[in-house]
């Protein structure tokens, strides 16, 4: 089983920043893409950002010019960058990687980020 262990996740102000870390263990082939989803109380769950094997990256008009995600060489780590946060970023952030053959996607259990003013 693939297993996704979150980190980076807390409590900031409102203006400031934080980076979420995932590493990846587990039976991953490929990683062909990995992102971050997001699920605010009430909300559904959206997708935040990804990124593929080429570092071609998309991001959610809400957080775009101020999170980055990026992976390391090996994809077996993803980053998400936050800078700039606001009061509506508060949210469960839920890593995931996309796995060949398929595109069979693995979630992590979910970080919490809070910001406040």
């Known amino acids: 089983q693939v297993h996704l262990t979150e980190s980076g996740g807390g409590l900031v102000q409102a203006g400031g920043a934080l980076t979420l870390s995932c590493v990846g263990s587990?039976?991953?082939?490929?990683?062909?893409?990995m992102g971050w989803d997001r699920q605010a109380p009430g909300a559904e769950r959206e997708l935040v950002a990804t990124?593929?094997?080429?570092?071609?990256?998309t991001y959610d008009e809400s957080v775009k010019g101020r999170f980055t995600i990026s992976r390391n060489s090996a994809r077996d780590t993803v980053y998400l960058q936050m800078n700039d946060l606001k009061t509506e970023d508060t949210a469960v952030y839920f890593c995931v990687f996309y796995d060949l053959p398929g595109w069979k996607p693995y979630w992590g259990q979910g970080t919490q980020v809070t910001v406040h003013s």
């Open positions: 990124i593929n094997l080429n570092d071609r990256t």
């Open positions: 587990g039976t991953l082939y490929s990683s062909a893409a």
